[in-house]
C-alpha cells in the first residue's frame, strides 16, 4: 500500500462509494492523450503508466503509478478539458471511475475534503518539480541517477549485504523513457556504472550497491522518502 493512503483517505473514500469499478487487462489504455477529461481514476490494484509524447515521436514517462494513485486529477477545477497525458496498464489492473463534474462538487461543499485535495495536488507538485530539477541541472546523467534513487525508495528491498534490489523490472527503452532519453545513452551510463560497481544488473532487475554514489552525483536535497518516488 502506498505510505501517503493515510493523508488522503477521505478522497479514496469518493471514489470507493460513488465510483464504478472497471477492470482493464494488461497493456491496454485507460486515457489517451487529446481525449476529453470527463472522469478522474483511482486505482484499486495494478499499476499504470503515464507517458508525454513529443513532437519528435519520443514517449516521456512521467511516472509509474501504483494503488491508491488518481489519474486525470489535472482537469478538476481546469479550464482543461482534455487530457494532457496518457495512462496504460502495466498489469492487469482494478481502477475505479468518477466523473469530474461530480469530484468538484463534492469538493466544493465540504472544505475538509477540499483541503484534502490541495495537499493531494501539491504533493504530486513536489514529485515532479524535483524530478524536473536534477533533469535540467544535471542532465541525462541527473536523469538517469534520480530516477534510480526514486525507483529504490518505491520499490527497493535491502538486501543482507546493505544493496539495494529494486523490485521492479524495467526495461532499458523503460528506463529511458523515464529519463527523456535514449536507449543507447541509458546502456552507456548503465555501463559504466556497473563497471564502477555502483549497480548490478540481472535479468532486468537493478540491484544499488552504492546509493551514497548516485546521491551525490545529483547534489541529492535528501527530499522527505514520500516524495522522492516514482509514483
Known sequence: MNENTPLFMGIYSLFEQFGSINKIEKDRPIFHEGERSDEVYYVLEGSVRITKDTESGRIFTLKITNSQSILGETSV?????YHSVSAHTIEPTKIVSLSRSQLEKFLSTSPELMMEWMKFIQLNHLKNETRFRDLLLHGKKGALFSTLVRLSNTYGITQEDGSILIDHYLTNQELANLCATSREVVNRMLNDIKKSRVI?????????????FLRKEIECDNCPLHICRID
Open 77 to 81: 477545477f481546469c479550464e482543461t478539458l
Open 200 to 212: 548490478e544488473l540481472n535479468k532486468g532487475l537493478i540491484t544499488i550497491n552504492d546509493l551514497n
